[in-house]
Structure formats: structure tokens, C-alpha cells
């Protein structure tokens, strides 16, 4: 898909690798051939909440982007739909762009905060960390998610109208790693399609696998 140009200059990303809210916007730079730098800040070692970081975002969260004339913006899908503007990933259609943000909101309140909650619980945190207590309920809840996501995909290629786009790279970047929180996609034949329809996209590019340690908490999770 060509990009329509739009003369973003080289754009700073700050972001946690192994996060799935973080690699939407790698994704999504690396599909459009967009000039970026990353700037890791591990985010599971405090590196957010440091006073540097939070002048930049008081909300103490990656992903953010940073423009050369100093402008910031944070969260995963605003950054999507910034990025995605005059491109063929956001649809030019009101209705098609509601419904593009319809699903991103689904993925914030009723996806993101439990597969992506599992999985950092499971990779994460220490063996005896109470909050894995939650993962009953959080595991519960992802499957409803996923059940919505299933209903979608068995009468539809993608999230919006019928091309790939924002919503799916939103979706994705958690729903790929379902497992590593110990949420199976067994049961969900469609959404596994559709994982395999968006590798299939140009310029893909995959979520790194975790590192050893988280590797090897998430086996014994
Ligand atoms: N709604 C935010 C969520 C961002 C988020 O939760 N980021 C996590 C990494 S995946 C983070 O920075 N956590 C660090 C912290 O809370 O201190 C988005 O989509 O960007």
C-alpha cells in the first residue's frame, strides 16, 4: 500500500520491545517505510516513571512518539490513527473510520486489559506475585473477548470494510501472543486466519519473542 506523503520529518518513538501497545507503532511505521528512531525504556523497570520521562508523558506509559518540533503523543491507537491519516490503513469514510475506532476502543476496555494484563503477569512478575490471583478472571475475560473477535472474522477478511487497517494492527498485537498469558486460541479457528492473513501483510514485521527470563516465567505460568 502506498502512503499518500504527508512530511512527518524522523519521528522518535520511545517504547518497551516485548510490548504489544508498543509494537502497533512499529508495525504500523515499518508498514507505511516511515523514517523513526526508538529510544527503548523498559517499562517493566520503572523506566517510565522517571522525572525525564514523565515531563514527556505524566502518564508514565510507552508508547509515545515525539515530532522534531518537540510535540508528543501518547497512547498505542491515538499514534495509529495519527500515523494512519491519508494512508489506505485508515479509511477516508466516516463510518468506516467510527467503525475503525470502534473496535480500537474494544481492544482498550475490553481486550487490551486482560490478554496483555495475563501475559505481563505471566511473563513479568515473580512466580509468587499475589497478582496472579487475577489470572482466573483476567483469562475469563479475554476469551469473551476473543469470542466477540471470532464472531467478527468468520463472515470477514479484516476489522474494517475490506482491506487492512489500524483496527487489525490494534487487535493483533496482543492477540498473537494470547498464549503467553495462557489464553489458548484453540477454540477460535477464525481469529487464527486472521493472525495468519496479517503476517501475510507488506512490510510485517513480528513481535520480538521474550526474553529468556520471561521466557522461562511464562512456561511455568
Ligand atoms: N493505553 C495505553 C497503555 C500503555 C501501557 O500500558 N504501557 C505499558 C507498557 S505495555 C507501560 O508503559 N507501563 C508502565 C507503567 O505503567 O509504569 C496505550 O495503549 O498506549
Known sequence: MARAPKGLGMITVYGFSPSG????????LEQLGQEYRWIEVDSSKGETRT??????????????????????????NAILC?????????????????????????EQYS???????ARFICGWTPLDSPRRADL???????????????????????FTGDRY????????????VADHGGIALASYPAVRDWL???????????????DATAAALIAQS
Open 21 to 28: 501497545n508498543c509494537h502497533k507503532v512499529r508495525l504500523l
Open 51 to 76: 522525572p525525564e520521562f514523565l515531563a514527556k508523558n505524566p502518564n508514565g506509559r510507552v508508547p509515545i512518539i515525539e515530532l522534531d518540533d518537540g510535540r508528543v503523543l501518547a497512547e498505542s
Open 82 to 106: 495519527w500515523l494512519a491519516e491519508n494512508t489506505p490503513y485508515l479509511p477516508d469514510d466516516a463510518w468506516q473510520r467510527a467503525q475503525a475506532l470502534s473496535w480500537m476502543f474494544f
Open 111 to 117: 481486550h487490551e486489559p486482560y490478554i496483555a494484563v
Open 136 to 158: 482466573p478472571r483476567l483469562r475469563e475475560r479475554g476469551h469473551q473477548a476473543l469470542v466477540v473477535m471470532e464472531r467478527h472474522l468468520s463472515a470477514r477478511p479484516w
Open 165 to 176: 487497517g489500524i483496527a487489525d494492527i490494534a487487535l493483533f498485537a496482543y492477540t498473537c
Open 196 to 210: 495468519a492473513r496479517v503476517a501475510r501483510t507488506p512490510g510485517f514485521v513480528a513481535l520480538p519473542d521474550p
